[in-house]
């Protein structure tokens, strides 16, 4: 295992990882830990903006190219920002179970789904974790 695959990438790549590795990391933490408190409110705004930064960063991300500069990733990271402010909206609305619901598909879909397909060899976490 080595970060030098990584950190050797275009600026948005490791911008866009180390986002993804601490939003799975407080997302994993939120799941686990008690709701409406104080502290899950406020790691939950933490872990907006990390999917936010994941969302965004991807879009100067073209290691993929099937419709010019763009993937099928890049759609999941629209639905990604389109579905943070609802799930956001929803917790303010104490709708709770909207909230829930939100959160943990932006979770699967956004960070465990997506994060699988980066380990496929000849992508860059590929190399990370088991070299070239």
């Keep these: 295992m080595s ?9 948005a790549i490791p911008v866009h990882a180390f986002a993804a590795m601490a939003a799975f ?13 104080l502290p899950h409110r406020t790691v939950g705004w933490i872990w907006v903006g990390l999917m936010a930064v994941v969302a965004a960063s991807s879009f100067w991300i073209h290691e993929i190219r099937l419709l ?8 999941l990271s629209v639905m990604v920002l389109l ?8 917790a303010r609305r104490h ?14 879909g ?12 000849g ?3 590929h190399a990370v974790l088991f070299g070239h």
Excluded: C, E, Y
């Excluded at 970060?3 to 600026?11: E, I, N, Q, S």
């Excluded at 579905?83 to 929803?90: H, S, T």
């Design 3 to 11: 970060l030098a695959p990584l950190l050797d990438a275009a600026p």
């Design 25 to 37: 990391a407080l997302g994993v933490v939120q799941l686990a830990a008690p709701k409406g408190t």
């Design 68 to 75: 010019g500069p763009w993937s099928p990733i890049h759609l």
């Design 83 to 90: 579905m943070l402010p609802i799930a956001v909206i929803a």
């Design 95 to 108: 709708n709770v179970s909207r909230h829930r619901k939100t959160m943990i598909g932006i979770f699967a």
């Design 110 to 121: 956004g960070l465990i789904i997506a994060g699988l397909f980066t380990f496929v060899p």
């Design 123 to 125: 992508r860059i976490m």
